[in-house]
Structure formats: C-alpha cells, structure tokens
C-alpha cells in the first residue's frame, strides 16, 4: 500500500466512516491496529505522544514467557506467554532473538536448585522444548567469567528471548497500515462523543497544530495501557490500575562484557534482577515500584534504584565493581498492572482486562509478549458491540523478511532484515557504503537514522533517537557526541530549517538531562 504523509492522513480523519478507533500506540494498541486492518475494517489508531513513548519502549525488552510468574500461581499467563514467545520467534526470528540465561546456584540462597529446575522444567513443558540444564561451578566459569556470588556451587541455564521493544511496535505498525490501518502520532483523544447513551466517537487534537477534529466510530479501543484509567473517568467510571514503575540501566558492554544473560534474586529482598547483552551494551533490570508521579510525565529512575541495580551484579560479579560513574544511561517506565490490593507490587498480576463501558472496550494490564492474543480479545468484543461475525485469525503477524544482495551477509544483513522486514531490500538499495556503517560503540547502522527521518513519522528528535534508534540510551549523553553527523544526514530529510533543529536539539538535551541520566539527588528509600 502505497505510504501517507501524516498529513494525508488527517485529511481523512473527519471524513471516514470508521470502524474502529483505536487510543494508545503502544504495543497493545498496535496490536489492536494490526489484527483489525487484516480484517478489513477501516481503522484508525491514535497516540497523544509518539508510537511506544510509554512503556513500550521503556521495557526489559524480553519476549519472556514469564517464569517467575509461575511461583505466584499465574499458569494460564505463563502458558500464554510460552507460546507467544515461540511463535514470534518463528515468524520474526531477525527481530525475537534467543537469549540463554544463567541463574547461579548458591549454597542458602533461595530458590534452591531443585525448585528451580522444577520451574524450569514446567516452564520447557509449557513450550514444547528442553533448553534448561543444570551446570557445575567450573561450567558456570565458562559460560560468565567472573560470575563469582558467595557459596556459588554450580547453575542452571534456560531459554527466553529478547528484542527492541519500540522496533517491535513500529514493524507491527506497518504491517497493520499494510493491510489499510491508519496509525498517527501526537493526536490526542480529548472529548468523547456520547449518542443514546453509549461512545460513538471522540474530538480529537493535533497537538502540533491544536486543531480539533470530531472523529465518528463505531467501537472505540482504550489501549492507552497505564492512561487507561484517565479515559476511563471520561464516562465517569473509578480507577483500577496501580501504575508500577519499572527502571533499568545501561552500562557500556566492556565494562560489563557478559555474553550470557544472568538472572538472580536480589540478595537484599529476594526481587528478581537480570543483566544481558543488547544492542551492544549491557542492560540490568528492572525495578518494581508504585508509581505516584504525573503519568504525563515521563518516569526516570531514583538514586536508590541506581543504587539497587548496581548492588544486584556487583553482587554476582564481586570483581568488577560497578559504580555510578560506569552507567552510560538510564530508563524508567510505568507498566499498566490491575490494582488487586496486595501489598507487594511485584505480587501483582499480570493479566489483561478486557471490558465494555458504554461503548468504551478498555484494553490493559498483560504483557509485551501476548500483545497478539490480547489484540484478539478486544477485538472479539468489538465485533460483539458492531454485531459482526468474528474469528480470531491464525496468520502471521510479520510479513517474511525480503532478501537482501548476496554481499550482504552476517550481522549488516540480519540488521535490516530484523528491523525493515519486507523492506529490508529497500533500505539497502536506497544505502550508501558510509550509511551502511555502524554508529561507533552501537550495533545500529547510520541507514537507519536517514531512514527514519525520511519514512517514519519522525516528528520530534526525540523521536528519532529514542525509539526509532536507540542512540539516546545506547550511548553517553543522548548520543549527542554525534550530532554534527546525524544533522547532516537527517535534517535535509525532515526538512527542518536551521532553527528548527536547533529547538529541537535544545529540547532534547533537556529531556536526556532530566529522564535519562543518573539522578542528581536521592529521592526515596531503596526498593
């Protein structure tokens, strides 16, 4: 199908008798997008920021079936997920990359070997495989040199999978504006329609315009994810979220060079923590924290997380002593969890809601890894309110990868294919040999910047450096230390004049000082 500008694409909004009207680009209402569109429905999806600007770009980005789930009794989400998992890895292997685990068994230390490998091996059942093994002391020493917790006796190794998160909801994206979805950014839902009683559209804004569109539908989608609740009160409905804060940091792979993900329980409360390879640094997380800051606000990490994070490997990695000076950046997002009254937040469950508000179908709660099924369950309701047949469909999210030049191979190939999937030829052809070169200490290729600008909704520089790259949390101040060279090659394709960039360059430093760099003061107790 042929690609819309966004403009294009608002001079349809009032236009168009929709189907479906979608809130939220994140990962759930991508998924939404996508599963209506191969429908044949005619469907819009909105975002009042940019695609994944929520907690879909601010995830462990683990396509992980959830198997510390399964000590809280949750093995429908666990079953769920497994599949889940296995079948994004078959469909988008370039994109959901295996990633092995290592969980240290340490004499006293809880869980014990033989709890765990139960886990594990329910958690291999689940997924029709056998990847867990237990490994001596001096197989652990290979696998993670310098991997060295006290009492360490041996360990055990499982399968999950990683990816990038906000890559994974732009490539959704596109498949779904494929099949005839429209998807635009910075449009805001602000005032429902309401006829005999029941939503029957929303007054939307543009908020780089502020002009007001009256958009008409016939089911509207709240998979606004943590905001849901916000919608919500709009028909006068009472909240039922709890907002958790997850944060992560981000350390340069040399100073923390792990080829194997290790996975523990925090030895202060027994949380459990990761760090792994990604994106060619090393990523350690997560946190679990009630968040009680302006949800308009973008979440940042406190110094007692930095703090937490950093005694979780030092803890396993004794030797390497990371300290504050070593983090290359941080990030912080606020995951959309059902209030179910327990104290603990990492007790919480992780199910999705689906529900029917007069005409309002909220989509929220769950996982990054079932986005698929969740889509499925809100779409069944919506067909239900429009009283249309529905079956869920069984055909894969993701095109097939298209074939790249034979002089493109290894790790440059897997590259584009991973994150262009059916374009992938495209933006090679359209490369050049300086553009398909990496951006020094980063696994991202400077073709993607240029793509991005050119093809992508890049509005705000943000958006090209935090999600449709990564640079601002892959490297050392935003990534900024490049940024004679990103102009050159993206400013001509935004078309943004001289003082435009640099408003846009000033708010960004701003916005990398203030939410994606080490906090300057301690703000709370430890978690």
Known sequence: MERLSRQDKLSRLGITDWDLLVIGGGISGAGVLREAARLGWKVLLIEQRDFAWGTSSRSSKLVHGGLRYLKEGQFRTTLHSVHERQRLMREAPELIEPQSFL?????????????????????????????????????????????????????????????DDARLVWRVLEEAEHDGGIAINYLAARTPIIAHGQLAGMVLEDLETGKQIAVQARTVINATGAWADRLRASLGRKPMLRPLRGSHLVIPFWRLPVAQAVSLMHPRDGRPVFFYPWEGATLIGTTDLDHAGDLDTEASITDAEVDYLLAAVNDQFPAVQLGRADVSACYAGVRPVVDEGGSSPSSAGRDHVVLDEQGLITLTGGKLTTFRLMAQDALALAAKRMGRPYQPSTAPVFSAASSLPPQLAGAMAQRLRARYGPHAAEVADAATADTLAFVPGTHTLWQELQRAARAESVVHLDDLLLRRTRLGILLPRGGLDHQARIRALCQPELGWTDAHWEAELLRYQQLIARHYSLPPTRTESAP
């Not at 291999?124 to 001596?136: F, I, K, L, R, V």
């Open 103 to 163: 969980f240290a068994d340490c004499k006293g230390r809880q869980p014990g070997r033989w709890l765990f490998q139960l886990g594990l091996a329910i958690y291999d059942h689940m997924a029709g495989e056998n990847s867990h093994a237990y490994c001596s002391s001096q197989a652990v020493a290979q696998l993670a040199p310098g991997l060295a917790p006290d009492k360490l006796r041996g360990g055990m190794v499982y399968r999950d999978a990683k990816t």
